[in-house]
Structure formats: structure tokens, C-alpha cells
């Protein structure tokens, strides 16, 4: 069966443009100009994934977001915005995207996000703390990982329910930033480099210029830290990221 993807773009030639790229490249799609008819659509037929521009007359893409995830639905969220601030990417993180591209784009990076978000939803697949592509071990507990479950660092995170806590505080992440803490506690000690985690977050690398990884980073360490406790997520210059605690 085809997957299935729900487009909300107010932009009859971008709309157009994209319901046709997509369905030649094998997608079964529905198209609306606007928030009010993606619910709507979103309720009735449940999507495999969405594609929401961010800026849309009445309900925008933003708060079709919020009234999804605010309902428990943790279908997969691209996000298209001509908005490049940092502040306006992480408004739509916080809003419960998973990922977004910006204006103008190329049709075929819409297309790899795609896929890599869709990955996302198979089941997980479990594996040892040793995780490839790491390129230094720095000393501490080994992670605990099993089916259901790993714990590292003082982090527990429930695979097949999709939640995590630090401690007693359970940690409002989205797919993406869940997806990101799981390679990190997966490979807690291990220091990941940049490619590696964009390869298997991602599904590939954005190019060295790109700061679509240290947005997520800050993101989700706004999310962990705690005041006078250990920061969990550190930065190995020039390398990439290590999950341990200090």
C-alpha cells in the first residue's frame, strides 16, 4: 500500500507543484489550502505522515501541530516555512514538529526528510552501547538496554510508549528530539560524530555549513537541564556529542 501524506499549503502553485511531485514519487496524497481542512483530514483518514506550511490564513500550521499533539497524535510533522530565524524553528519544534524545510526548496530534500521521518515509524530496533560511529569511550556505567527500555545517565526512556524522564520529571520531546536522545543514551560515553548522527536521525548528512543538528541539540538540552544538576549532553569541538554525566 502506498504511504499516505496529508499537504497543507495556502499556495494554489506550490500546492499543485507538491501534490504532483509526491504523487509521482509513489505517495497517495490529499491536499488543502488550509488548518481547519488538515484537522479535518488529519480526524477522518489518519495520514502516515503531514506536511504543514507554517504560514496559513485561520488556523496555521503551527496550530494544527498544537491541537494534534495536544490529542495525543504523534503522526510524523514536516514542516514548510519561509521563516529562517533560529527562534522561528524552534517555535515549530515546540509546537510538535518533527522536522521542516525552508522556502524555496528542492522537491528532493522534501522527498529524504520524508523518508527519514518515515523510517522513524517502524518498529525500534535494539542493539549494544557501543552503537557504531562512535569515536572515542569515555569512562562511566554502561547503558541499560533492552526491547522496552533504556536507562543511562539518570535517563529512562519506554520505547514502545515513546516517553522519558530525567529522574522523577517526565520530558515533553517531540519524535525527532526523542529519536536523537535514544541514539545518545543508546551510545551513553560514546562520542557520535556529526555525519552519524545526521545519518541515523536523519537518514543523511546536511553538509558541514548545516546547523539543523546543534538546533535539535539546544533544543532538547533545554529540555534535560536542570538547575544544579549535571548537564547531560555535552559538545566535543569540531567532533560531535557525547550523553554523559558529569
Given amino acids: 500500500m502506498p504511504q499516505t501524506v496529508l499537504l497543507a499549503e495556502d499556495d494554489r502553485a506550490i500546492r499543485h507543484a507538491l501534490e504532483r511531485a509526491l504523487t509521482l514519487e509513489g505517495y497517495e496524497v490529499t491536499?488543502?489550502?488550509?488548518?481547519?481542512?488538515?484537522?479535518?483530514h488529519a480526524h477522518r483518514t489518519s495520514p502516515d505522515v503531514l506536511v504543514l506550511d507554517v504560514m496559513m490564513?485561520?488556523?496555521d500550521g503551527l496550530q494544527v501541530c498544537r491541537v494534534l499533539r495536544a490529542e495525543g497524535d504523534r503522526t510524523p510533522i514536516l514542516?514548510?516555512?519561509?521563516?529562517?530565524e533560529t527562534a522561528d524553528r524552534i517555535a515549530g519544534l515546540d509546537a510538535g514538529a518533527d522536522d521542516y524545510v525552508v522556502k524555496p526548496f528542492d522537491v528532493e530534500e522534501v522527498f529524504a526528510r520524508l523518508r527519514a521521518l518515515l523510517r522513524?515509524?517502524?518498529?525500534?530496533?535494539?542493539?549494544?552501547?557501543?552503537g557504531g560511529g562512535g569515536v572515542a569511550t569515555e569512562a562511566g556505567r554502561e547503558p541499560q538496554v533492552s526491547d522496552r527500555q533504556v536507562e543511562a545517565a539518570g535517563?529512562?526512556?519506554?520505547?514502545?510508549?515513546?516517553?522519558?524522564?530525567r529522574g522523577r520529571r517526565e520530558l515533553e520531546l517531540?519524535?525527532?528530539?526523542?529519536?536523537?536522545?535514544?541514539?545518545?543514551?543508546?551510545?551513553?560515553?560514546?562520542?557520535?560524530?556529526?555525519?552519524?548522527?545526521?545519518?541515523r536521525i536523519w537518514g543523511y548528512?546536511?553538509?558541514?555549513?548545516?546547523?539543523?543538528?546543534?538546533?535539535?541539540v539546544g533544543y532538547l538540552r533545554r529540555k534535560l537541564d536542570e538547575p544544579g544538576a549535571p548537564q547531560l549532553i555535552h559538545t566535543v569541538r569540531g567532533v560531535g556529542y557525547v550523553l554523559r554525566e558529569d
Fill in 155 to 165: 535517563l529512562r526512556m519506554d520505547l514502545q510508549a515513546r516517553r522519558a524522564w
Fill in 205 to 216: 548528512d546536511f553538509g558541514p555549513g548545516s546547523k539543523n543538528l546543534a538546533v535539535y
Fill in 79 to 84: 514542516m514548510l516555512t519561509a521563516l529562517v
Fill in 120 to 130: 522513524r515509524t517502524l518498529p525500534v530496533t535494539t542493539g549494544g552501547g557501543s
Fill in 174 to 199: 517531540t519524535r525527532t528530539e526523542f529519536e536523537l536522545l535514544e541514539l545518545l543514551a543508546r551510545n551513553a560515553g560514546i562520542v557520535l560524530d556529526h555525519s552519524t548522527i545526521y545519518d
Fill in 57 to 59: 490564513p485561520g488556523i
Fill in 31 to 40: 491536499a488543502v489550502a488550509d488548518g481547519v481542512e488538515a484537522l479535518a
